[in-house]
């Protein structure tokens, strides 16, 4: 029995009672601490989740359930890059882009994963003509920017990272080459893509 639903049996069984002023009391003090306890459990499981993905990136593993993070936007690169993309962020990111909280929060992942740009000749068939394009196999690598302020002081506090066929690119010069691009944003904490709403 939960202890909303104790406080409203109090509630209940005292209602006749000279006592109810104090049971309504009780009851209102025990729904507040157990609506704190919820919240403050919540937040404890976003933060956790966020430990867990940081630490498993900075391992050189792919954090575990990244492929579920929520939708910020989608690119399309040419030339040689030649791929169809789609940035995600863990709930720490997603909920600072849609208050527009900046800099970035401690905890904030963002991942870019990318794939073949293809014609597809199925949906084609069925548009009658050729203007169909979709993902096909996964290309480019899965990169990561992970924001820990102390951790990664000198790379404007973001860690980056970036797996090919889920192992982690250990090039150090390659990884430098990520913040020496994304330095072209600073003023917008070194993030490019914007919310899609
Ligand atoms: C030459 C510039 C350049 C380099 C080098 C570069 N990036 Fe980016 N990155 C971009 C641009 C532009 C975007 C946004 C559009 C897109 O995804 O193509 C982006 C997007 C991202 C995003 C999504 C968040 C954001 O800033 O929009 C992540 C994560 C990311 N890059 C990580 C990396 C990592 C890790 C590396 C190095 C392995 C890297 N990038 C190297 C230019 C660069």
Not at 1 to 20: A, P, Y
Not at 95 to 113: D, V
Not at 116 to 127: C, I, K, P, W
Request: charged share 20%; glycine share 8%; net charge neutral.
């Amino acid at each position: 029995m939960s202890i909303r639903t104790i406080s409203t049996s109090l509630v209940g069984l005292c209602n006749q009672s000279e006592d109810f002023g104090v049971m309504k009391r009780i009851a209102f003090v025990l729904v507040a601490v157990a609506t704190v306890a919820g919240v403050v459990a919540s937040i404890a499981a976003v933060s956790q989740h966020a430990d867990e993905a940081a630490a498993a990136i900075s391992a050189g593993k792919l954090p575990p359930g990244y492929r579920d993070w929520r939708l910020i936007s989608v690119a399309r690169e040419e030339g040689e890059l030649d791929d169809i993309r789609a940035v995600l962020g863990n709930d720490v990111a997603i909920k600072a882009y849609r208050a527009e909280t900046r800099p970035f929060p401690e905890g904030t992942i963002i991942a870019r994963l990318a794939w073949r740009y293809v014609a597809s000749e199925e949906n084609n068939r069925a548009f009658g003509k050729t203007q169909s394009f979709v993902a096909g196999a996964p290309k480019n690598g899965v990169q990561f920017m992970v924001k820990d302020s102390t951790k990664y002081a000198s790379t404007g506090g973001w860690g980056y990272s970036q797996f090919d066929d889920g192992k982690p690119l250990t090039d150090q010069a390659a990884l430098q080459n990520c913040f020496d691009c994304h330095q072209a944003f600073k003023d917008r904490d070194f993030v490019f893509t914007h919310y899609a709403p």
